[in-house]
């Protein structure tokens, strides 16, 4: 039988929690919405057809698509390989994180000084006629060092949820490595994978300080939809905010599908 | 974006001027010259694009000079109401920027069939005196019409602002860039070519005091000093020209 002045404190406790959290969504949804308040539907639908933004929109769509695919067919297997611990994991885990924290600027010109015309394996990439400042190539490049240490970090703590007495019995059943971790780590794991393909698929939709700086900014080559923008608001800033609301309702209703799509087990961030 | 914090003493007046990016080696020499001149007065300095500080001060930043890179945001802030008249403080000019590889050393190398070239975006008044200046020149018969849609084809980049083209030059990513040339004093990795005077737009630097200025009579002063021969010696120290 609970004392009641615990039951109070308990009810006090959770109504300053939602007090908290719906505080929280304000604040985010009043930034959102200073926004969306901003554009007519017809400055919407206009700039839709605008040929800037189309380009901008195809461009975007395209070269975040790629970097997803990339970082789920590379980013996996990197997970996976971080969930058991061995010598020198917790410094790997640490060095691929490390692109989250700079600044996205600076992990464009670290792209830059390695990667392009006088860069640190310059030479080499002119070899095999590789040159990838100011190319689309770079503009995925860009995205994925970005995004990518947001679905490994993601993968790994799904993989290691994964029950270990599954990964046993396979193991018993005399399953190989690969079947068993197709067939009995990636299923249970597969909502959390999706939900973090989401996030980083979303970073690498809005990324603009790496982009410009190793790619550049050529509408129809580089100038992605984030670039659009700031340089659309360095004019005039109306047709800046549609645009960046037309990436918005993008970006939303993509985000939406996926996250339907990845199932809601609770497990995806 | 460049954020300054100030602790302004009781005794000390802070005079806040928003300067375009492209002053930002001669003015704090000005703004040192100028406290030595008014005691008990402390010069702050944010240098940004013209375009985001016009943005800035009409969102309700606090200022007391706005000095643009170019008469379209001076006029812009005009019409939003920011500022009283406005005067003429400096000139500029534009120079092509090579690295030393390139195999750029005149104008006509622009050309050049595969020549990596930044320039400053459309929105950036270097951008738009750099194309500007193209158009004047394929009307030129040195250069011949096709002069600036070649030179255009060859455009890789349009950077958000002078010191990202010249650092991609520097750095040898790209052959060749144009920017001004108050930008090029000190960079002596890079070669520094002329562009033809006569096809350049006139680019002028205007300067006025904010309507909003806590200190307007300061704001005026500083202005003047600007103006002053000894204020001009400086700006030219800097690569700018005389003000028209």
């Known amino acids: 039988m609970r004392h009641p002045s615990a039951a109070l404190r308990d009810s006090t406790v959770s109504a300053v929690g939602i007090a908290l959290a719906v505080i929280f969504v304000l604040f985010i949804v009043v930034a959102l919405a200073a926004l969306v308040l901003r554009v007519s539907p017809q400055a919407f639908g206009a700039a839709l057809r605008s040929q800037i933004v189309l380009q901008a929109l195809w461009l975007s769509l395209k070269t975040s698509a790629l970097c997803a695919l990339i970082i789920a067919v590379c980013g996996t297997p990197l997970a996976a390989l971080l969930t058991r611990p061995f010598r020198g994991s917790h410094a790997l885990e640490t060095l691929v994180t490390l692109p989250v924290v700079l600044p996205p600027v600076v992990g464009g010109l670290a792209l830059l000084l390695a990667f392009g015309r006088m860069g640190l394996l310059g030479r080499q990439l002119d070899m095999f006629g590789i040159h990838l400042p100011f190319t689309t190539a770079a503009v995925v490049l860009a995205q994925t060092f970005v995004a990518a240490p947001l679905y490994i970090a993601v993968a790994k703590s799904a993989f290691a949820r994964v029950d270990p007495n599954l990964v046993d019995a396979a193991a018993t059943l005399r399953a190989s490595r690969t079947y068993t971790f197709v067939r009995v780590i990636i299923p249970p794991a597969l909502p959390a994978l999706a939900g973090g393909l989401a996030l980083a698929w979303a970073r690498a939709l809005g990324e603009f300080g790496a982009t410009i700086t190793f790619a550049g900014n050529l509408p129809g080559v580089t100038q992605t939809m984030p670039i659009a923008v700031y340089m659309s608001a360095q004019t005039d800033l109306q047709p800046a905010i549609t645009v960046a609301v037309v990436l918005m309702v993008l970006s939303y209703g993509a985000l939406l599908v996926v996250r339907r799509a990845a199932g809601g087990t609770g497990l995806a961030p | ?244």
């Open chain 2, 1 to 244: 974006m460049s954020i300054t914090i100030v602790l302004a003493s009781a005794a000390q007046t802070v005079l806040t001027v928003f300067a375009a990016a492209s002053l930002h080696a001669a003015f704090p020499e000005l703004g040192k010259q100028f406290e030595a001149a008014h005691p008990g007065v402390s010069v702050r300095f944010d240098f940004d694009g013209s375009q985001i500080l016009e943005a800035q001060l009409a969102q309700g930043a606090q200022a007391d000079v706005f000095a643009s890179a170019d008469k379209r945001w001076m006029d812009k802030a005009t019409s939003d109401g920011l500022v009283g008249p406005s005067t003429q403080f400096a000139t500029n000019a534009l120079v092509i920027v090579a690295g030393s590889s390139s195999g750029v050393a005149t104008p006509q190398d622009l050309t050049k069939p595969g020549l990596k070239l930044v320039l400053c975006a459309d929105a950036v008044p270097c951008g738009r005196y750099a194309h500007q200046t193209l158009e004047k020149m394929d009307s030129e018969p040195a250069f011949g019409t096709g002069y600036a849609a070649a030179v255009t084809h060859n455009v890789v980049s349009q950077e958000q602002n002078v010191e990202d083209v010249l650092a991609k030059v520097n750095l040898g990513e790209a052959d060749a860039g144009i920017v001004y040339r108050s930008d090029t004093i000190g960079h002596t990795s890079v070669k520094v070519i002329d562009l033809p005077s006569q096809d350049q737009p006139a680019v002028v630097y205007p300067m006025a005091s904010l309507k909003k200025s806590s200190s307007p009579d300061l704001a005026t002063a500083f202005i003047a000093f600007v103006r002053s021969p000894r204020g001009q010696a400086i700006l030219q120290k800097f690569g700018f020209g005389p003000a028209p």
